[in-house]
Nanobody
Framework: QVQLVESGGGLVQPGGSLRLSCAASGFIFSWYRMSWYRQAPGKDRELVAHIISDGTGTDYADSVKGRFIISRDNAKNTVFLQMNSLKPEDTAVYYC???????????WGKGTLVTVSS
């Protein structure tokens, strides 16, 4: 049974930091590109960052470059998103995604809410 379980969301003040985690099980984690997406109220889901299967390559949305860092631990089947200098516009539900690039198979977590507010 495939599971992606996000954690680490919550309420933080502008300028603060949070670290999201996504624990994966039920598939070969190291074969999959891992991504974080987010969806703010009334908006479409957007890609925040992704990291390739061996962890040697990353990419970020322009809106989070220089503030967010994606990383992974293939030994622990976990992907992380370190979020610094948070802004109110970062408020959203953050989703973990696993994509097997060669086949297109993908899995989604249920999301974790991040609220940036004073």
């Amino acid at each position: 049974q495939v599971q992606l379980v996000e954690s680490g969301g919550g309420l933080v003040q502008p300028g603060g930091s949070l670290r999201l985690s996504c624990a994966a099980s039920g598939f070969i984690f190291s074969w999959y590109r891992m991504s974080w997406y987010r969806q703010a109220p009334g908006k479409d889901r957007e890609l925040v960052a992704h990291i390739i299967s061996d962890g040697t390559g990353t990419d970020y949305a322009d809106s989070v470059k220089g503030r967010f860092i994606i990383s992974r631990d293939n030994a622990k089947n976990t992907v992380f998103l370190q979020m610094n200098s948070l802004k109110p516009e970062d408020t959203a539900v953050y989703y973990c995604n696993a994509l097997r690039v060669v086949s297109g198979r993908q899995y989604w977590g249920k999301g974790t809410l991040v609220t940036v507010s004073s």
